[in-house]
């Protein structure tokens, strides 16, 4: 039986129960990586500072190479016994090392090392996040792009409202995508300090070095408190605050491809190989990858939910209740980047349909907006402009008919500054041409958004 590393002071053994109820080994066993990197730097750096000797540093770090190599190769073994990452690694290495492997817990105890590890994994997760967020930001990039001279009618309330290009509907969400990547990167400061040091929450008597460990581990700046480093959990709040709001990002998207790719919409055509059938509608064809973002969306904000309320009634300074962390962090981490992943491949594969997006810029009174602003060109207050053209749209309906469908002698019935140049204004491309002010739809600011995403994007 394994033996604990913190038995001495118990009488009875731990009941079966409890070893099941509290271990950690079964998700925390991938924080190894960062586990031992971190491990190493403790090891040189009392090595340095002289309280333990170069040798046994030496033999330690080696060690820890053999036991990283064994992992990797999945051919360690986990005990359940010993609790969590830090303990089976380091009763590993005691078993393989003898007596050098024991003093490498001088001056550290697992909650600051717990602290580090997730610091270092979660500095890699994001880095990985960002990566991902960039070539989904690609993605978007060439939709805009490539379809830059399509025009579909832009909803509010899911009602017809004013004609856009695809491509400023395109990169509308290039936006959302790019403030999530600027709120990553601010969180990512506050992630990047390191706690080692703090030991379990009082700091250490032993003479360490904490500066030459941030150097080694590649942090950016030290915790400035021991209570606070061993305790403090925000930066995992902060990080699957930031997470829920790409999810929500990308469930919003979702929700319009899974509208789009409708019978009744029909605007685009997903690629197959993003979408699967029925297993007994042979005709099938559906968007389950926007679907389970969307759905993926809920276990996110979730995930937000538990670190928050696990966060909320904590004295100081660490509780086993922050144990709890991890599995939302991990589930985070994962779903997150799978479904930016998922996302940039539907995207690159989705198609636009040109014809079903002119035939609904046919209904819809979509330029309807620009009739009243020819109005109030003309000298018409845009009040007045507003009630006479809210006036010609109910003819329009009791006439079936559209704007454009009017003759001159209809329109100026309803008010006489109109003139024959009143119908490029009703046209959609005359609409959107005009729409030229800036962050708006017009071809020019289009082309100007695209060209500023893209330096942004080769620069950021
Ligand atoms: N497995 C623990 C965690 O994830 C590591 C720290 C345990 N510290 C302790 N004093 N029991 O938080």
Request: negative net charge.
């Amino acid at each position: 039986m394994a033996k604990k590393p913190w038995g001495g002071r118990f009488k009875e053994s731990t009941h079966e129960l409890v070893e099941r109820f509290t271990e950690s080994v079964s998700f925390d066993k991938r924080l190894y990586r960062w586990d031992i990197k971190g491990s190493m730097a403790h090891a040189r750096m009392l090595a340095k500072q002289g309280i333990i000797s170069k040798d046994d540093a030496e033999r330690i770090v080696e060690g820890l190479s053999v036991i990283k190599e064994k992992i990797d190769k999945g051919e360690f073994h986990w005990d359940q016994k010993l609790e969590d990452v830090h303990m089976n690694i380091e009763a590993e290495l005691s078993r393989l090392i003898g007596e050098p492997g024991k003093r490498l817990h001088t001056a550290r105890s697992r909650n600051d090392q717990v602290a580090t590890d997730i610091r270092l994994y979660l500095k890699d997760e994001i880095n990985s996040l960002d990566k991902a967020l960039a070539s989904l930001q690609g993605a978007i990039l060439y939709q805009a792009k490539e379809y830059m001279g399509y025009a579909m009618p832009g909803f509010t309330h899911l009602q017809h409202a004013q004609p856009v290009l695809w491509s400023h509907h395109m990169m509308a969400y290039f936006e959302q995508f790019r403030r999530d990547r600027e709120r990553l990167r601010d969180t990512l400061k506050r992630v990047d300090v390191c706690p080692l040091g703090s030991a379990a929450l009082a700091g250490t008597d032993f003479p360490i070095d904490r500066e030459y460990v941030r150097e080694e581990l590649g942090f950016s700046g030290l915790t400035r408190n021991s209570m606070d480093a061993v305790s403090d959990r925000d930066f995992v709040a902060e990080f699957i605050f930031c997470a829920s709001l790409i999810m929500i990002h990308l469930s919003r998207l979702s929700e319009e491809l899974i509208l789009w790719s409708s019978e009744e919409f029909s605007f685009v055509e997903l690629p197959d190989s993003f979408c699967t059938g029925s297993s007994i509608m042979p005709q099938k064809k559906n968007p389950d990858c926007p679907e389970l973002i969307r759905g993926k969306t809920g276990r996110v904000i979730g995930d937000l939910v538990a670190i928050l309320t696990l966060i909320k009634g904590l004295p100081m300074a660490y509780n086993r209740d922050l144990q709890e962390d991890k599995e939302p962090l991990f589930d985070a981490c994962d779903t997150v980047r799978s479904c930016v992943e998922v996302m940039e491949g539907v995207l690159r594969g989705m198609v636009p349909k040109k014809e079903r997006l002119n035939q609904a810029l046919k209904s819809g009174y979509l330029t309807a907006t620009d009739l009243a602003d020819y109005l109030v060109e003309k000298g018409v207050p845009f009040r007045t402009a507003h009630e006479v053209v809210g006036r010609v749209v109910a003819y329009c309906i009791e006439n079936n008919k559209e704007l454009w469908d009017l003759d001159l002698d209809e329109l100026r019935s309803f008010s006489s500054v109109i003139e024959e140049d009143c119908f490029e204004r009703l046209s959609i491309d005359g609409s959107i041409k005009k729409r030229n002010s800036y962050g708006g739809t017009s071809p020019d600011q289009v082309l100007k958004a695209i060209e500023e995403a893209e330096r942004w994007l080769a620069e950021f």
